[in-house]
């Protein structure tokens, strides 16, 4: 899977932009606030439908502008090439595929696989769970397909449930059965998951870091008890608080190291580094499952590594073959090799070099 063409128009400080992209390495280069970053974001929300760096799309559109638009041309087989159109005007946020209006914004996931490595990714280790829950649910929307239904069916049951609590918390439990049946579905999908990366993730992160992290996966709910059973237990503080308090959306995967979480313990290098580590592995465990070689965003690869784990870091990325985008404040750099296409980034003005 790679991105074959981009076509930017009103992201941040890029009023417009066109790309052709090979398969290969491409490096975006340019001073700090020309632009690149923003490229990349523009790149990311073909796959997400959100950026990297906010979870307000809105923040996204150009200053002055009332709308941004992405479209890129995707070749997801040999004889498959789609286009993914994505769009944030005033009357909200839309997403098409192959000329098809998406249901959910979960299944551009689907149709285009991106992933990226920034110079913030130890937030995927320092801050909360919701972040984790990202992180897993995108590899599973890769190795099991119609994960990607029973989570869009789950969240709309969620909030149905979550507005009864509000307004009327007597009749709350008439969608007990159906978020039981959904979130079982997905914390099974999550745990089979978290399992088969364990050998590519203690491969990975004892390459990168030395360091003997453990991932553990908690469900959301007690172990022991079905969710059905915690639903009904947790009836009385739902009801009181206007808010479920168990289920899959309440998971996480906990990251520890010397008996405590991750967090306490590691320096932000280290966290970074351990980040990276849950993101190769993610990579290298799609590839093995799926044959999936998602698109891999480096913004900034070097900032906050030294020399030995800079090349450490080199030769784990490398090994995924996948293709790769990679943004430089100047055009000499060759972490990665000889650039297949090079564009200059200046004052959100995009030019082929």
Excluded at 134 to 151: G, K, L, Q, S
Excluded at 277 to 303: E, F, H, I, Y
């Amino acid at each position: 899977m790679s991105l074959l063409e981009l076509a930017v128009t009103n992201v941040r400080c890029i009023e417009a932009a066109q790309l052709t992209i090979p398969p290969g390495l491409t490096l975006i280069w340019g001073a700090n606030g020309s632009g690149k970053t923003s490229l990349l974001e523009a790149i990311f929300l073909l796959g997400r439908g959100r950026s990297f760096r906010t979870r307000n799309n809105d923040r996204l559109i150009r200053r002055g502008q009332d709308h941004l638009r992405v479209v890129g041309r995707v070749q997801r087989a040999a004889e498959q090439i789609d286009t993914i159109g994505f769009e944030v005007t005033p009357a909200g946020v839309s997403a098409r595929v192959a000329g098809r209006s998406t249901q959910s914004l979960a299944e551009l996931s689907q149709a285009f696989a991106v992933q990226v490595i920034e110079p913030g990714i130890h937030k995927l280790v320092e801050e909360g769970g919701h972040r984790r829950r990202r992180w897993m649910d995108w590899a599973v929307f890769h190795v099991e397909p119609p994960f990607v239904e029973t989570w869009v069916r789950y969240t709309r049951a969620l909030k149905q449930r979550n507005a009864a609590l509000r307004s009327q918390p007597a009749l709350a439990h008439a969608w007990d059965a159906e978020v039981a049946r959904l979130g079982e579905q997905i914390a099974e999908s999550r745990r089979v998951f978290l399992d088969q990366l364990q050998p590519y993730w203690q491969e990975t992160v004892t390459a990168l870091t030395g360091l003997d992290v453990q991932l553990h996966y908690v469900r959301g709910w007690h172990a022991e008890t079905p969710l059905l059973e915690a639903l009904a237990a947790s009836r009385p503080r739902d009801e009181a608080r206007h808010l479920t308090h168990s289920g899959p959306h309440r998971a996480d995967v906990t990251v520890r190291t010397e008996g405590r979480p991750a967090r306490e313990v590691l320096s932000r290098g280290q966290q970074k580094l351990v980040a990276v580590a849950m993101t190769v592995a993610q990579l290298k465990l799609l590839r093995a499952l799926s044959g999936t070689a998602p698109t891999l965003l480096l913004d900034d690869p070097a900032a906050e590594l030294d020399g030995a784990h800079l090349q450490r870091f080199i030769e784990q990325v490398l090994r995924l073959q996948s293709q790769l985008i990679v943004t430089s404040l100047t055009s000499e750099s060759r972490l990665f090799g000889s650039p297949d296409a090079t564009f200059n980034v200046a004052q959100g003005r995009v030019q082929h070099v």
